[in-house]
């Protein structure tokens, strides 16, 4: 083999190797449907020129057994006028019409049968692509299931791919470092920056009220005993406790007479001066 004939090989080989991956199956099965769409429209043409071959031979036809059994008439009125040569004379002439007659008839009868026949190929044609259409449609619905399944499992695949697992892993470990260091900052500002004390005594609080609510619920429910009434000692302990002491209260009242004497003495100097 020489070397063109090599070449010439290669050159069509991957010339049909582009072509095949250029070919979509949805655009070829259009352009195919497109083609039986217009090769149905001629053939549509051919038929109705048939159609109209085949009526216009029916008329012809129609025309000349008219005519003949015109030349009949005039024959039989020739006769009844005693002249038997023009009678002659016009069954010739019918024997002319009735022979063109046959002769368009054949044509009719065969024209006829071959517009059938048309007809039936028409028709086969037409079912044809009709089902070439459906059949399209299937197919061009299972391109596009088949493109969504491909695309799926590419992503698939590229979900399969360990390196992005292991990017959501570092990214959760890097939130989780940084939750943590906001949170010991924060603690430790409320320990350098706030009152520790305050904060405890803060928390007890909130704990006895937790735990005050917690048995006042259970004696709501019956689970607890219910409150017993306060003792009158404890009581009067209590009222010692909130009342003021007596002694502090006797040196506010001195202070407050002491203080009102000293303002009778003031206004009393002041008159005295103002009297002078």
């Given amino acids: 083999m020489g070397i063109f004939s090599r070449l010439a090989q290669l050159i069509k080989s991957n010339l049909n190797d582009l072509i095949s991956r250029s070919e979509d199956p949805e655009k070829m099965l259009n352009q195919v449907v497109l083609d039986m769409n217009n090769q149905l429209v001629e053939a549509k043409k051919q038929v109705a020129a048939s159609i109209a071959d085949e009526k216009r031979l ?17 024959a039989m009125m020739a006769l009844r006028a005693g002249n038997e040569e023009l009678a002659r004379e016009a069954l010739a002439r019918k024997r002319e019409h009735d022979e063109l007659a046959a002769s368009y008839k054949d044509q009719w009868t065969k024209q006829k049968n071959a517009v059938e026949q048309l007809k039936k190929a028409l028709r086969l044609l037409n079912d044809k692509i009709e089902e070439a ?3 399209k449609n299937v197919l061009v619905a299972r391109k596009k299931r088949a493109e969504a399944q491909k695309a799926i499992q590419e992503t698939m695949s590229g979900l399969r791919d360990p390196s992005a697992f292991e990017t959501f892993d570092r990214m959760a470990q890097k939130v989780d470092q940084m939750e943590a260091e906001a949170e010991a900052q924060g603690e430790l500002a409320e320990e350098y920056t706030g009152d520790g004390l305050a904060s405890q005594f803060a928390q007890l609080e909130r704990k006895h ?16 005993p219910p409150e ?11 009222a010692r406790v909130e009342a003021p002491p007596p002694a502090a209260a006797k040196s506010e009242q001195d202070e407050l007479a002491a203080a009102l004497e000293e303002m009778d003495a003031e206004q009393q100097e002041e008159k005295r001066k103002a009297g002078r």
């Avoid at 029916?58 to 005039?74: D, M, P, V």
């Avoid at 009220?209 to 607890?224: F, N």
């Fill in 58 to 74: 029916a008329k012809q036809l129609e025309q000349e057994t008219a005519n003949g059994a015109e030349w009949e008439r005039r």
């Fill in 133 to 135: 259409k459906r059949k």
């Fill in 209 to 224: 009220g937790a735990e005050e609510d917690l048995l006042a619920l259970k004696r709501k429910m019956g689970l607890a």
């Fill in 228 to 238: 017993e009434a306060r003792a009158p000692e404890a009581e009067a302990v209590q």
